[in-house]
């Protein structure tokens, strides 16, 4: 083979394994000297990005005249930020309850769902007697969890009237966050949400947190547009503002299951820890109702996380 030849040779094969042109360099003996482009362009999947960049692999700086050219290696970048969550199509006034729906995002993705108590139990005139006082634990967060039955399964519905057979989407607050699917779990119907830092005349933000935020929900970034809710005022039923003898007629209802009565989540007070999908509405809720009307404070904790 002669040297023209060879040398033809070898720019070929440097071609096919560069992917793009490369320069042969000769005088004596043969050198290849390797030219690289690299790929561009982006590619994601539900809340990560791959960023491309074209020129990436060639590290070095390339100055000419007042300009400059900095080839490297680009920094990571941030996965976007979930949807916001959606309040209730139709609200109701709900004094241990938070109701908002996760919208679908079509990827199946995982969140996690945080709630940041901003203002506890803050009633207006007239006023109870002797509110108990939870500031201490505002600026808390909690995170949405699954509720669960005494075997350890999940539950996502709970019996607002065995007579009636209706069922509405549950779920409750916990310390960890857990990651799920949160709009497939409940196919995109409102949440309504439990716990013992869920009190009357509070108000809160929701908001979620991509996947890429497990083990650094404090400071990620990747998180949603925040969402506030309010609850009613203690023994507010109606959400009229104010609580009355109506109020009243309304959870007896509830608790008798007569048709046409409101859902058990605008009436069900009663527990310090609430667990809708093992305990129905019943009498303790119409007496503290009939206490709320008598202006009787709301008497249960908010324990903090550990």
Same mark, same amino acid.
């Given at each position: 083979?002669?040297?023209?030849?060879?040398?033809?040779?070898?720019v070929?094969?440097?071609?096919?394994?560069?992917?793009?042109?490369?320069s042969a360099?000769?005088?004596?003996?043969?050198?290849?000297?390797k030219s690289?482009?690299?790929?561009?362009?982006?590619?994601?999947?539900?809340?990560?990005?791959?960023?491309g960049?074209?020129?990436?692999?060639?590290?070095?700086?390339?100055?000419?005249g007042s300009?400059?050219?900095k080839?490297?290696?680009?920094?990571?970048s941030?996965?976007a930020?979930?949807a916001?969550?959606?309040?209730?199509?139709?609200?109701?006034?709900?004094?241990?309850?938070?109701?908002?729906?996760? &919208? #679908? !995002?079509?990827?199946?993705? $995982?969140?996690?769902? +945080?709630a940041?108590?901003?203002?506890?139990? @803050?009633?207006s %005139?007239p006023?109870?007697?002797? &509110? #108990? !006082?939870?500031?201490a634990? $505002?600026?808390?967060? +909690?995170?949405?969890?699954?509720?669960?039955d @005494?075997?350890? %399964?999940?539950?996502?519905?709970?019996?607002?009237?065995p007579?009636?057979?209706t069922?509405?989407r549950?779920?409750?607050?916990?310390?960890?966050?857990?990651?799920a699917?949160?709009?497939?779990?409940?196919?995109?119907?409102p949440?309504?949400?439990?716990g013992?830092a869920?009190v009357?005349?509070?108000?809160?933000?929701?908001?979620?947190?991509?996947a890429?935020?497990?083990?650094?929900?404090?400071?990620?970034?990747?998180?949603?547009?925040?969402?506030?809710?309010?609850?009613?005022r203690?023994?507010?039923?109606?959400d009229s503002?104010?609580?009355?003898?109506?109020d009243?007629?309304?959870?007896?209802?509830?608790?008798?299951?007569v048709?046409?009565?409101?859902?058990?989540?605008?009436?069900?007070?009663?527990?310090?820890?609430p667990?809708?999908?093992?305990?129905?509405?019943?009498?303790?809720?119409i007496?503290?109702?009939?206490?709320?009307?008598?202006l009787?404070?709301?008497?249960?904790?908010v324990?903090?996380?550990?």
């Open positions: 083979m002669n040297s023209t030849h060879a040398q033809a040779t070898l070929v094969l440097a071609s096919l394994i560069s992917g793009t042109t490369a360099q000769f005088g004596g003996t043969f050198t290849i000297t690289v482009i690299g790929g561009g362009g982006n590619s994601s999947a539900e809340t990560f990005v791959l960023v960049i074209a020129g990436q692999p060639d590290a070095g700086d390339m100055a000419g300009f400059l050219l080839g490297g290696f680009a920094g990571l941030a996965a930020p979930p916001a969550l959606l309040p209730e199509p139709t609200p109701t006034g709900k004094d241990r309850f938070l109701t908002f729906v996760v &919208p #679908p !995002d079509g990827a199946g993705a $995982e969140t996690a769902i +945080r940041t108590l901003v203002s506890l139990y @803050d009633p %005139a006023f109870p007697i002797n &509110p #108990p !006082d939870f500031t634990r $505002e600026g808390e967060v +909690r995170y949405v969890n699954l509720l669960r @005494d075997n350890g %399964a999940p539950v996502t519905s709970c019996l607002s009237s007579s009636l057979s069922f509405y549950c779920a409750t607050l916990g310390c960890d966050p857990e990651y699917d949160w709009a497939e779990i409940f196919a995109g119907e949440i309504h949400l439990s013992s869920i009357p005349d509070s108000i809160y933000t929701v908001s979620q947190l991509a890429s935020c497990a083990g650094n929900e404090a400071t990620c970034a990747a998180a949603s547009a925040e969402l506030q809710l309010a609850t009613a203690f023994g507010d039923v109606d503002g104010l609580v009355n003898v109506t009243v007629v309304l959870t007896v209802d509830v608790v008798k299951a048709f046409g009565a409101v859902w058990e989540y605008q009436c069900y007070i009663r527990a310090q820890d667990k809708p999908h093992l305990n129905a509405t019943n009498v303790t809720d007496v503290l109702h009939v206490d709320a009307v008598k009787v404070a709301y008497q249960l904790n324990p903090t996380c550990p």
